[in-house]
T-cell receptor, first 115, second 111 residues
Framework: KAGVTQTPRYLIKTRGQQVTLSCSPI?????VSWYQQTPGQGLQFLFE???????NKGNFPGRFSGRQFSNSRSEMNVSTLELGDSALYLC??????????????FGSGTRLTVV | SQQGEEDPQALSIQEGENATMNCSYK?????LQWYRQNSGRGLVHLIL?????REKHSGRLRVTLDTSKKSSSLLITASRAADTASYFC???????????FGEGTQLTVNP
């Protein structure tokens, strides 16, 4: 079956702009989580969505937001981009909340560069 | 801040040798997971070990968990050049549904 699909694969934006990233989870997976990966901070949790509701949020400013649609597809939005937002953004899906007994399946990520 | 710390940060071995990576964490966990990442790509789930388990095997992978020491190790036996990647441990805390990652170990397997 198809894996987790993230689009676009690469993105270049200018400071101050906003960006929307998309994630389509594995069919049947209802939980979608987002992570930011940077060389300095490593992998950090952004938020988790389940049944169209944000269930958990990491320590990121309000410029970072997301949503989940009824088909479980998720988008994350970053407004007023800063240079420090340059990162690999990874989406992970799991069958149940927390993925506790099943692990998570990650997409290939969106590489965002802010100039 | 990172929940876990991994040791070593980098490891270089020859094909056929075993590779051992260690992970320490700070708080009680529900489970601990290991992931592999190839050069800026997505993470691949390798193995999950629950807090009430002590050892788990999957193919050439062996994971141990010592909750009293809050540590885990990942052993890759008979390594191959294709095992070259970054390896991350991630803890799933009892209080939430999010993964907290360690800093990763960069493994290089030389042919």
């Amino acid at each position: 079956k198809a894996g987790v699909t993230q689009t676009p694969r690469y993105l270049i934006k200018t400071r101050g702009q906003q960006v929307t990233l998309s994630c389509s989870p594995i069919s049947g997976h209802r939980s979608v989580s987002w992570y930011q990966q940077t060389p300095g901070q490593g992998l950090q949790f952004l938020f988790e969505y389940f049944s169209e509701t944000q269930r958990n949020k990491g320590n990121f400013p309000g410029r970072f937001s997301g949503r989940q649609f009824s088909n479980s597809r998720s988008e994350m939005n970053v407004s007023t981009l800063e240079l420090g937002d340059s990162a690999l953004y990874l989406c992970a899906s799991s069958l149940a909340r927390g993925g506790s007994n099943y692990g998570y399946t990650f997409g290939s990520g969106t590489r965002l560069t802010v100039v | 801040s990172q929940q876990g710390e991994e040791d070593p940060q980098a490891l270089s071995i020859q094909e056929g040798e075993n590779a051992t990576m260690n992970c320490s964490y700070k708080t009680s966990i529900n489970n601990l997971q290991w992931y592999r990442q190839n050069s800026g790509r997505g993470l691949v789930h390798l193995i999950l070990i629950r807090s009430n388990e002590r050892e788990k095997h999957s193919g050439r992978l062996r994971v141990t968990l010592d909750t009293s020491k809050k540590s885990s190790s990942l052993l890759i036996t008979a390594s191959r050049a294709a095992d070259t990647a970054s390896y991350f441990c991630a803890t799933d805390l009892t209080s939430g549904s999010r993964l907290t990652f360690g800093e990763g170990t960069q493994l290089t397997v030389n042919p």
